[in-house]
């Protein structure tokens, strides 16, 4: 029995609406991110979860019971709001500890987990401080300590990390993981950042405008992306339109701008449709040769880019369209040029092909 479940849960703010029939199940001890851009409706489902919003439509259950209409307090769950709410005439340690204390825990006990998750968020040594000596990074860090420590069965976080510094955000990530998988919670996520969500979930749902795009493993939904705006909004890829020419046993010709053919592993396509085909930028090689198995196509390198430990290339073809190639810099056997000629190659069983969206492609990829 799952610990969580919606069922065709919709939320209007007046005439928008921030959830269309959302279903979804999450099990005990799961670890699930919820990811979308801003306005997807993200914060409004986790506050559905949490009894700080009721549902229009629709049954929200958590262990089996229907908690429409039941008080937050009621539903085992704690949740960490994004505007910190400290009390600010607590200590770090009064703070992080109010839930336990509150819940009558022996001494030992308190003191125990107290000192532990301080430790976990680099805070054991401020912890007579008060919230307004703190930065707002330290802030959150004692928000997150705290809903730790409350001792639910369930942890609600909306954007947890989002004001740290980028160093302490990728540090927290695992640790906050390996707690909540330590302590046998379960946890609902919520970010907007890719990265983390595929880096700390089990498993990840994308929302978009109110409506579940896709939910899957991190691996499912970078690998088997089921739409253009998942294959976009989740690890980015390059683009281009064109038409099936050809169909065959082993995929599908698909003719580009110019008269360029590409070829596809996927077949399910009918010769003279109108499709999107999707390839993601560390999927192509850029060189001086053809490699054998896939597709080469001339180009002229248009701008050059180094990104930490890899180098990013974006190529015009010799039919005007540009792609990009990111490499990793111990896999590039050598560093080509703004206007040096190369060969684009990407393997056909790389290629994510769709239908080509009624609203246009350009529509797709940047629906919010």
Known sequence: ?????????????????????????????????????????????????????????????????????VPPERRNAVYM?????????????????????????????????????????????RKDAFPHELSGGM?????????IASGARILLLDEPLGALDARLRVDLRTQLRSLVKDQGLTA???????????MIADRVVILREGRIEQVGTPHEIYSEPRSIFVTSFVGGANFVEGNVAEVGDSGSVVELRGGLRIQVSKRGR?????????????????????????NNILGMVGSVLFIGGSIEYEVRLENGERISSRILLSDAPKTYRVGERVVVSFPPERCYVFPYPKAGLLKEIEAV
């Open 1 to 69: 029995m799952s610990l969580i479940k919606l069922v065709n849960v919709t939320k209007r703010f007046g005439e928008i609406t921030a959830l269309d029939r959302i279903n979804l199940s999450i099990e005990d001890g799961e670890y699930v991110c919820i990811l979308g851009p801003t306005g997807a409706g993200k914060t409004t489902l986790l506050r559905i979860i949490a009894g700080l919003l009721d549902p229009d439509e629709g049954e929200v259950y958590i262990e089996g019971r229907p908690v429409n209409g």
């Open 81 to 125: 709001f994004q505007e910190y709410a400290l009390f600010p005439h607590m200590t770090v340690w009064e703070n992080v500890s109010y839930g336990p204390v509150i819940k009558d825990w022996d001494r030992d006990r308190i003191d125990r987990v107290t000192s532990e998750i301080l430790e976990m968020v680099r805070l054991a040594e």
């Open 139 to 147: 802030q959150q860090r004692v928000a997150l300590a705290r809903g």
């Open 188 to 198: 609902v996520h919520v970010t907007h950042d890719q990265e983390e969500a595929l």
């Open 270 to 294: 009918s010769i003279g449709e109108k499709v999107v085909v999707a390839v993601r930028r560390e999927d192509v090689t850029v060189g001086t040769e053809k490699v054998t198995g896939s």
